[in-house]
């Protein structure tokens, strides 16, 4: 049980004592004085030099501490979730500078605050503002640090998407998949590649001897070994509901098969994606997101089954409030159609890309992108959610027999502004009439 709502600086001193044992000089050294709380023994990870954390456990608690430099004020956190994860207000110099929400139990996140500050020293007071104690829970923060982050110089980077590849793995002879692999492994310092996602159709069909399936293997081995993480949405091409010439493998059970994905799982693993935070299913990539940092900001790659299941959908909601300071991008096969419409058809799954955009890509403020494939060629949309947020969702599907697209996307976080382009360079083709650019995109950090 925790001590809750001492009246003063005073009384969190004999907390302390009476937890180290001896007198309040005994306790371990910490840069916070805290009132309303305690200094304790840390209980996340990585443990802080000290040694201690400061607990503060309701409205009336804060701690304040100095820190010289120059750069964003950071606090390094843990806090006890009930009902919503605890929330901090930082002032630094007297002046309110901003709030965040910590949203890990163990490990201690860094949660940058405010804008950045020019060299000196400078006094920050962190106070804990949305407590809640009930029968069954307790909301609590626990502080291991404060710290001056330094300036990000390198805001811009790029992530890449690509699109059906399901023509380009029908025999061992075509090249187009793993040339388009090898180039973005070659070029990843020139582009400043930090990601790579596919939205579905990897192979076309299934057959005994699985040749398809090692095409594409082959292929995703060139960005494991230059440690460029990826992930592979799973398209209707990828389950056992398409049969050997891409008709319906067993027309009475499409609904039931669809759904089988055993293959693909047996030759593309989370370990293989080299970023995977969480699944939805153990054991199966099918609905699983990956985080990644790139231009000072967090980011959070989603894929999604086609046509998900509402569990899905409701795992996923779970996932991105969970994660509110990563920007995130959700791949998955069908979603908007070949004229930048959202589709409203669920085809042979569960739910529709609609229901999806209703229900996850609309409600959160950091959901940023969505990209798909499965009909048309290559469109665009831009969508404002229900926080104001703008929603950029894209289209690439191409089914290229000659060449082998890819979409680039190039973000600058300081510029607040996104680039996409396309390029094949299997044939060096650029696709120029759907460049895309815009500004003002709303990063969260």
Same mark, same amino acid.
């Given at each position: 049980?925790?001590?809750?709502?001492?009246?003063?600086?005073?009384?969190?001193?004999?907390?302390?004592?009476?937890?180290?044992?001896?007198?309040?000089?005994?306790?371990?050294?910490?840069?916070?004085?805290?009132?309303?709380?305690?200094?304790?023994?840390?209980?996340?990870?990585?443990?802080?030099?000290?040694?201690?954390?400061?607990?503060?456990?309701?409205?009336?608690?804060?701690? @304040?501490? @100095?820190?010289?430099?120059?750069?964003?004020?950071?606090?390094?956190?843990?806090?006890?979730?009930?009902?919503?994860?605890?929330?901090?207000?930082? #002032?630094?110099?007297?002046?309110?500078?901003?709030?965040?929400?910590?949203?890990?139990? #163990?490990?201690?996140?860094?949660?940058?605050?405010?804008?950045?500050?020019?060299?000196?020293?400078?006094?920050?007071?962190?106070?804990?503002?949305?407590?809640?104690?009930?029968?069954?829970?307790?909301?609590?923060?626990?502080?291991?640090?404060?710290?001056?982050?330094?300036?990000?110089?390198?805001?811009?980077?790029?992530? !890449?998407?690509?699109?059906?590849?399901?023509?380009?793995?029908?025999?061992?002879?075509? #090249? $187009?998949?793993?040339?388009?692999?090898?180039?973005? !492994?070659?070029?990843?310092?020139?582009?400043?590649?930090?990601?790579?996602?596919?939205?579905? &159709?990897?192979?076309?069909? %299934?057959?005994? %001897?699985?040749?398809?399936?090692?095409?594409?293997?082959?292929?995703?081995?060139?960005?494991?070994? !230059?440690?460029?993480?990826?992930?592979?949405?799973?398209?209707?091409? &990828?389950?056992?509901?398409?049969?050997?010439?891409?008709?319906?493998?067993?027309?009475?059970?499409? $609904?039931?098969?669809? $759904?089988? /994905?055993?293959?693909?799982?047996?030759?593309?693993?989370?370990?293989?994606?080299?970023?995977?935070?969480?699944?939805?299913?153990?054991?199966?990539?099918?609905?699983?997101?990956?985080?990644?940092?790139?231009?000072?900001?967090?980011?959070?790659?989603? @894929?999604?089954?086609?046509?998900?299941? /509402?569990?899905?959908? %409701?795992?996923?909601?779970?996932?991105?409030?969970?994660?509110?300071?990563?920007?995130?991008?959700?791949? #998955?096969?069908?979603?908007? &159609?070949?004229?930048?419409?959202?589709?409203?058809?669920?085809?042979?799954?569960?739910?529709?890309?609609?229901?999806?955009?209703?229900?996850?890509?609309?409600?959160?403020?950091?959901?940023?992108?969505?990209?798909?494939?499965?009909?048309?060629?290559?469109?665009? $949309?831009?969508?404002?959610?229900?926080?104001?947020?703008?929603?950029?969702?894209?289209?690439?599907?191409?089914?290229?027999?000659?060449?082998?697209?890819?979409?680039?996307?190039?973000? %600058?976080?300081?510029?607040?502004?996104?680039?996409?382009?396309?390029?094949?360079?299997?044939?060096?083709?650029?696709?120029?009439?759907? &460049?895309?650019?815009?500004?003002?995109?709303?990063?969260?950090?």
């Amino acid at each position: 049980m925790r001590m809750r709502r001492s009246g003063s600086a005073v009384i969190a001193a004999l907390a302390a004592t009476a937890l180290w044992g001896g007198t309040a000089n005994a306790a371990p050294a910490s840069q916070f004085t805290v009132v309303n709380g305690a200094i304790r023994t840390a209980t996340g990870t990585p443990v802080p030099a000290s040694g201690t954390q400061a607990s503060l456990w309701s409205d009336t608690s804060y701690a @304040t501490t @100095t820190i010289d430099g120059s750069g964003r004020v950071a606090i390094g956190a843990i806090g006890d979730n009930c009902e919503g994860w605890p929330t901090v207000q930082v #002032t630094v110099d007297g002046t309110v500078a901003g709030q965040t929400t910590i949203v890990s139990a #163990t490990s201690y996140g860094t949660y940058p605050v405010g804008p950045a500050l020019g060299a000196g020293t400078h006094s920050v007071k962190i106070q804990f503002i949305n407590d809640l104690s009930t029968a069954a829970c307790d909301r609590n923060v626990h502080l291991a640090y404060a710290r001056m982050e330094s300036p990000v110089t390198d805001t811009k980077f790029s992530f !890449a998407v690509m699109p059906d590849t399901q023509q380009e793995v029908l025999n061992a002879g075509d #090249t $187009r998949f793993k040339n388009r692999t090898d180039w973005l !492994a070659g070029n990843r310092a020139a582009l400043d590649l930090r990601f790579v996602t596919h939205t579905g &159709d990897v192979v076309n069909w %299934d057959t005994p %001897d699985h040749s398809q399936y090692m095409v594409a293997r082959n292929a995703m081995r060139s960005l494991e070994t !230059a440690k460029v993480p990826y992930s592979l949405a799973i398209g209707n091409h &990828d389950t056992q509901a398409t049969g050997v010439g891409g008709s319906a493998r067993d027309p009475a059970h499409t $609904r039931e098969l669809v $759904r089988d /994905t055993t293959v693909f799982n047996q030759y593309f693993t989370a370990a293989q994606y080299g970023a995977v935070k969480g699944q939805f299913e153990p054991g199966k990539v099918d609905n699983s997101f990956s985080t990644y940092d790139a231009g000072g900001a967090q980011w959070l790659v989603m @894929t999604l089954e086609l046509w998900p299941r /509402t569990e899905v959908v %409701d795992w996923a909601k779970s996932v991105v409030a969970a994660y509110p300071h990563h920007n995130v991008i959700v791949a #998955t096969h069908d979603y908007i &159609d070949a004229n930048g419409a959202i589709e409203q058809s669920a085809g042979y799954g569960a739910t529709s890309p609609q229901y999806l955009y209703d229900n996850l890509i609309k409600q959160y403020a950091n959901i940023m992108f969505v990209f798909s494939g499965h009909v048309g060629i290559a469109g665009n $949309r831009v969508d404002t959610g229900v926080h104001g947020n703008k929603i950029y969702s894209f289209l690439q599907t191409f089914h290229s027999n000659t060449t082998n697209p890819v979409r680039l996307v190039e973000i %600058d976080t300081q510029a607040g502004s996104v680039r996409t382009w396309i390029y094949g360079p299997y044939t060096n083709q650029s696709f120029t009439e759907y &460049d895309r650019s815009f500004t003002g995109i709303g990063l969260v950090h």
